[in-house]
């Protein structure tokens, strides 16, 4: 009965010391790396990393007009990379005022996990400091396929922790923090994660892993720089081991980046053999910047757009119409040498064209990604429009030879940021934007033309929904939507419209 007692009395003692700290020791995620890739004094850590930080900004004169809204930077030892992770940081200390959640992205250095690991520790203690988990987000994220809690996966991680001292230099006490390790999962389930991260100017993205290793500094050199020009060109498929300890974070925020038309840039390179010449083991290390465009650019696009289209529009309606001349000769569409025609009409672009007979719609084919030149787009299009298009028989000659062509040019898509249904939709103007819905392999497009054919934005995106083989009520976070405007020119609207049909 003693024994019962003294028992019970233990247990009261420790609960009032857990509501006391008002955190439970299980609640917190203790540091693993203190004391041998950062110092134990608090305040000696902070000295170090704020002067790693200061001194980048020196060294690189990081500008204040263009801010990253990720960066991906090194973990290792701060004697190791920290100069070239207070670069990535120096870029990010303007935003100090707006940051209220910083996610953490890396990969797991202490053995196989399954999927995308997120903890369940409510905090992650370092050196004088607690950081909060933003649970509200773990919550959205827990959600996604393919993503689970793992206490043991992030328990004695390093590459996060090391990130912690230089978001505390540069944000402060106030933000909050959402750690999360990717062992297995495609690129597509990374940029999905990262789409729903993404927010505004109250999140910052960053990607911690370290890059090339060798013995030769020269070569390491060599191959991070290479590497680097990769990035630069979001060129995300090429992205293995080789290159980063932490690929496939590197390599879906690049998909990202190229799906949004975000811009990456290199902000610092160096090697552990820049600290250390006298090392067995060389070890590369990058700070690189992802930036969001300006909306603007949407504006030049158009404008530029509309002027490639004014001074070439008969060219590319006569090939639209010679293209479907070639479709009854040979069956089969133009093939064009590209090189007699104008440089602007080489690039890539997008097309939907539409063949009309006695003012009916007789046709109609369409891109709704640039993957090929808008001169070959109009061409495989045109083709398509007149044979291939499954509502109607396939065109014959005597048509022709009164049909009317009409080509819609789209602009770049641009993403649309929302919270749910209901925001997207309050976001969406009518009669104006076509849209592109994308959700994992399922996808469709509704030019701006369709809004004529529903009464309202909510019965708009539910055919879209319904047209990309998803139901009408579904919804989900990894959902994506892009808006996009159409710029279209018609053979009737020419001084001579059948002279597209006449052979040159």
């Known amino acids: ?58 060294r690189l004169r990081v500008s204040d007009g263009n801010i990253p809204k990720a960066v991906i930077v090194p973990h290792n030892a701060l004697y190791f990379s920290g100069e070239v992770a207070g670069a990535g940081y120096a870029a990010l200390k303007r935003l100090k005022p707006f940051v209220k959640r910083v996610v953490l992205i890396g990969s797991s250095h202490q053995g196989k996990y399954f999927g995308i690991s997120l903890p369940q520790a409510q905090y992650w203690e370092m050196p004088n400091r607690r950081f909060e988990v933003d649970r509200n987000m773990v919550g959205n994220l827990i959600k996604m396929q393919g993503i689970g809690f793992d206490n043991y996966a992030h328990e004695a991680e390093f590459s996060l922790e ?117 090392t067995d083991k060389v070890i590369g290390f990058g700070a690189f910047g992802i930036y969001e465009t300006d909306n603007s650019l949407q504006a030049d696009s158009r404008e530029r757009l509309e002027s490639i289209l004014q001074t070439n ?26 090189n007699r025609y104008p440089e602007e009409l080489r690039e890539k672009g997008a097309t939907f064209v539409n063949i009309y007979y006695n003012g009916a719609l007789r046709g109609s084919s369409g891109s709704t990604e640039a993957t090929r030149s808008i001169l070959e787009d109009i061409s495989e299009n045109a083709y398509a429009a007149a044979f291939s298009d499954y509502r109607f028989i396939p065109l014959n000659e005597d048509e022709m030879k009164k049909a009317e062509i009409s080509i819609s040019f789209l602009t770049h898509p641009v993403p649309i940021r929302f919270e749910n249904e209901e925001d ?4 969406v103007a009518p009669q104006l934007d076509g849209l592109i819905l994308k959700e994992r392999a399922n996808r469709a497009l509704f030019l701006p033309q369709t809004w004529q054919t529903f009464s309202s934005p909510k019965e708009f995106f539910i055919h879209l929904k ?35 049909w006449q052979s040159r």
């Open 162 to 278: 090391m990130q912690l001292p230089f978001i505390n230099a540069v944000f402060g006490k106030d933000v909050k923090i959402v750690p999360i390790l990717v062992e297995d999962a495609s690129v597509a389930q990374i940029a999905d994660l990262i789409d729903v991260v993404w927010g505004g100017p109250e999140t910052v993205i960053i990607i911690s892993t370290d890059m090339s290793a060798g013995k030769d500094a020269e070569e390491v050199g060599k191959a991070i720089r290479e590497t680097a020009a990769r990035l630069e060109k979001k060129d995300y498929s090429s992205i293995k081991e080789k290159h980063f300890c932490a690929p496939l974070p590197v390599a879906g925020i690049l998909a990202y980046a190229r799906e949004n038309g975000l811009e990456v840039q290199t902000l610092d390179l160096k090697t552990s053999a820049d600290a250390f010449p006298m």
């Open 466 to 500: 319904q047209n990309a083989g998803l139901p009408a009520d579904y919804w989900s976070p990894t959902v994506k939507v892009y808006r996009f405007n159409v710029i279209d020119i018609n053979s009737g609207d020419l001084e001579n419209p059948k002279s597209i």
């Open 1 to 58: 009965m003693k024994f019962k007692l003294f028992l019970l009395f233990v247990l009261c003692c420790l609960s009032q010391t857990g509501q006391a700290r008002n955190v439970m020791p299980q609640e917190i995620r203790y540091p693993a790396m203190i004391g041998r890739f950062y110092p134990r004094d608090g305040r000696e850590l902070s000295r170090q990393v704020s002067d790693l930080i200061d001194a980048a900004d020196r």
């Open 313 to 338: 529009q008969e060219t590319l309606l006569r090939v639209a119409a010679q293209s479907i001349i070639t479709g009854f000769e040979r069956g089969r569409p133009l093939r064009l040498r590209e």
């Open 424 to 427: 997207l939709l309050s976001k």
